[in-house]
């Protein structure tokens, strides 16, 4: 482990641009963020805005009715018929 001592308590040159280049790069950096997400939002936006548009003009889906509770019963007259002779039935 290397001890650092400062005699007079003030900072060197070499100390004074570590922090000056530490500082420059965290505020580009958090500038560069924020140009890109005002970048984003400027995009974004209009893009989420039309299509919200978009989809509030959009026909609606119908839905199916609700169905009831009770059986599902298809009235009619059936005869049971065999396979085979099923080709020689006549078509009504």
């Known amino acids: ?4 001592y400062f005699g007079s308590g003030r900072l060197t040159f070499r100390a004074k641009l570590l922090i000056g280049v ?7 950096l958090v500038t560069v963020m924020a140009l890109v997400a005002i970048g984003v939002l400027l ?6 805005v039309i299509g919200a548009a978009i989809y509030a003009f959009l026909p609606k889906r119908r839905t199916a009715p609700p169905r009831s509770d ?3 019963v298809l009235e009619g007259q ?3 018929v065999h396979p085979d002779e099923r080709d020689r039935l006549p078509r009504q």
């Open 1 to 4: 482990m290397r001890i650092v």
């Open 22 to 28: 530490l500082l420059g790069t965290s505020v580009a």
């Open 43 to 48: 995009f974004l936006l209009p893009v989420a």
């Open 70 to 72: 009770g059986p599902d």
């Open 78 to 80: 059936y005869r049971v």
